[in-house]
């Protein structure tokens, strides 16, 4: 399972969603938009690290969404 963390950037206005295992690092205006992004990119930077990806955890402040 790869975990990834989406926080609010105040000082940048947008969120970020990082992931040190698979060196994972997005930014979008929009949540909405950067969670399809990350549901894009994490099996393919998992897959570049060959690191194995079965399952996604996406983890904010006030809800977790998981993926398999």
């Given at each position: 399972m790869i975990s990834v963390k989406i926080m609010w950037d105040s000082e940048a206005e947008v969120w970020v969603a990082i992931c040190d295992e698979?060196?994972?690092?997005?930014?979008?205006?929009?949540?909405?938009?950067l969670l399809k992004r990350v549901q894009i990119a994490a099996p393919e930077m998992a897959e570049a690290n060959?690191?194995?990806c079965n399952s996604l955890d996406v983890l904010t402040q006030n809800r977790r969404i998981a993926y398999a």
């Open positions: 698979i060196g994972l690092a997005l930014e979008s205006e929009s949540y909405d938009t060959h690191v194995k």
